[in-house]
C-alpha cells in the first residue's frame, strides 16, 4: 500500500444520525468523489470544481451510469496543501442513515480507494508537515476531551504550545552541542573552547525547563484520567465500604474477613466539577500466601502514585496497634508532594475512653514519623511548619498529624470526608498558555532527556572530554525530538495512530 493511495472512512460517530461524514484524502480523491456525484443530474468535471466551497447534489449507484439515486449530499473539496491531510480532500455529508453512508463506502471503494486504517488520516497530515506529533496526539485527545481542562490543555497542544516549549528546549541544547562541537574540531591542538561555565549555565537553564515539564506530568495525568486518590489500610479497616460510600454503588466486594479485596479498584466519582479517581486497594498486613502479597504489592505502587492518600485506620483496634499503622502509613508516603487524610473508622463502634487516649496520644507519637518522612523527602521543619526545599512553607504540623473518626457506614460522615478530599485538592489554574504533559510518551521521551542531561551535567563536573558529553548531548536530543516526530521510526508511528479512531 502506497503511502499515496486514496484512502476513505466515516469521520463522524458510528450508529444513525442526522447527518454524517464521509472523508477522503489522497491524489485521485476529488476523481473519484465525481466519478458518484451528480449536481443537476450531470456529472462534474475536474475543471468544474472550485475548492472550499460545499456543492449540493446526489451520489448515485452508477452501474451502469445514472442509476438510482444514493442520497442527498453536500460535497466539499479541499486542493493539497490547504487541507487536514496536506493531500487533496474532499468530504461527502451525507444522511446519517447507517445504510447510505456504508454505501458510499462501497461506491468508493469499488472505484479504487481503500478504506483507512486508524489514525491514517492524522498520519497523513504529520508525514505532510501539517501537524507534529505532539499535535497529532492532540487531536485524539482534543475529541476525547470530557471536561473543560482536558478541553483546554489539548487545544493548547494543538495549537502548538507544548511543540514551542520544545522547540525552546531543543534550541538550548543545540546551542550545547554546537559549542562542544566547535572544540571537538580543534581538539587536536588541545585547546578548550567552550567556556564551561557557560556550558554549565545553559545546561542547568535546560534541566529546569525539563524538570517543569516533567513535574507538569501529575497534574496534567490527573485532569487526563482523574486525581488518584488511594485508599489504604490494614485489612478490614473499612476501605472497600468506602469506596462503596463515595461512589453511592455495590463496587467492591464488602466483608468482615481480612484481606477481601486482592487487587486494586478504581472508580472514578466528580466532587465539585473535579474528577477523581478512587483507588480501593488490598488490605496492608503481613500474608504468605503469594497472590494476595502481588495484591498488596500493588498497594504499595498505588500509595505511591496517589496525590491524596487515605490512610484508613480500625477504631475498634488497640490505640497502640492504631498508631503504630498509622506510622506505617506515613511512612509510605512523601508528604511534601502528596496530601495525607487520615481517618479512623467505625467510630460507631469506638467507646469514648479509646477515643480519650487517641486524641492524647495520635499527635504525639506519629509527629516523629512524619519528622523523619519530612527530612527523608529533603523538606525541613520548624516547630509550627514544615517547609521543602525550596523554602516554600506547606503545613501546619498541627493539620499534617491530626486525623477524624468516621464511619464509612453513615453518609453525613462520607459527606464532610469528600468536601475534605475537595479541600485537599489545588484546583488547576489552566489558562490559554497552560502547558502540561498529558501523556505518558512524551512523559518518558522527557524523563529520558533528562537523564541524559544530568549525565552530561556530571560529564562536565568530572571534567570529561567534549566527544563524551557530545554524545549524551544528541541522545537528550533525540528523546526531546521523539516528541514532535523529528526522529522516529515506523513502528511508534504506526503505534501511536492505531490507537486512533477510524477517520481521525
Ligand atoms: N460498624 C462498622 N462496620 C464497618 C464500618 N466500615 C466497615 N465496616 C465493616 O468492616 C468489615 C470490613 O469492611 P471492608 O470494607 O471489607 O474492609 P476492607 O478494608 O476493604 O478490608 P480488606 O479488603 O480485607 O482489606 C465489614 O464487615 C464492614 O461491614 C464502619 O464504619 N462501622
Ligand atoms: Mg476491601
Known sequence: MSKYDTICAIATAAGAGAISIIRISGADSISTALLIFRKDGKKLEMNDIEPYKAYYGEIIDTVPDDKP?????????????????????????CHGS??????ILELLCVRGCR?????????????????????????????????????????????????????????????????????????EEDVEFADRT???????????????????????????????????????????????????????????????????????????????????TAGIRETSETIEKIGIERTFKKISEADIVIGMLDGTKKV???????????????????????????????????????????????????EKNIEKNGGYMTDEYCYSITGMDL???????????????????VESLKSNISRHTDAPKIDGNTVLVTNIRHFEALTHARESLEQVKKGLDDKLSADLLAQDLRQALYHIGSITGEVTTGEVLSSIFSRFCIGK
Open 69 to 93: 439515486m444514493v442520497d442527498d449530499v453536500l460535497m466539499t473539496v479541499f486542493k493539497a496543501p490547504h487541507s487536514y491531510t496536506g493531500e487533496d480532500c474532499v468530504e461527502i455529508s
Open 320 to 370: 497502640s496497634e492504631i498508631v503504630k499503622a498509622a506510622k506505617d502509613i506515613v511512612n509510605r508516603v512523601n508528604v511534601l508532594k502528596q496530601k495525607l487524610i487520615m481517618v479512623i473508622n467505625k467510630s460507631d463502634l469506638m467507646d469514648a475512653g479509646n477515643m480519650f487516649t487517641l486524641n492524647d496520644d495520635f499527635e504525639a507519637s506519629v509527629k516523629s514519623t512524619f
Open 98 to 103: 447507517q445504510f447510505v453512508q456504508q454505501k
Open 198 to 280: 557557560k556550558l554549565n549555565e545553559i545546561l542547568n537553564a535546560a534541566l529546569k525547563h525539563i524538570g517543569k515539564l516533567t513535574d507538569s506530568f501529575r497534574m496534567g495525568n490527573a485532569i487526563k484520567n482523574g486525581i488518584p486518590v488511594a485508599i489504604v489500610g490494614e485489612t478490614n479497616t473499612g476501605k472497600s465500604t468506602l469506596l462503596n460510600a463515595i461512589l453511592g454503588e455495590d463496587r467492591a466486594i464488602v466483608s468482615d474477613i481480612e484481606g477481601t479485596t486482592r487487587d486494586t479498584i478504581e472508580e472514578t466519582f466528580t466532587i465539585d466539577g473535579l474528577t477523581y479517581r478512587f483507588i480501593d
Open 395 to 413: 503545613y501546619n504540623i498541627r493539620s499534617l498529624t491530626t486525623f477524624s473518626y468516621m464511619s464509612a457506614k453513615d453518609p453525613e460522615d
Open 115 to 187: 478504506l483507512a486504517q486508524p489514525g491514517e488520516f492524522s498520519k497523513r497530515a504529520f508525514i505532510n508537515g501539517k501537524l507534529d506529533l505532539a499535535q497529532a496526539e492532540a487531536v485524539a485527545d482534543l475529541i476525547a476531551s470530557q471536561n473543560a481542562a482536558e478541553h483546554r490543555i489539548a487545544v493548547n497542544q494543538l495549537k502548538g504550545g507544548f511543540s514551542n516549549e520544545l522547540r525552546d528546549l531543543r534550541a538550548k541544547l543545540v546551542e550545547l552541542t554546537s559549542l562542544l562541537e566547535l572544540e571537538l574540531d580543534f581538539s
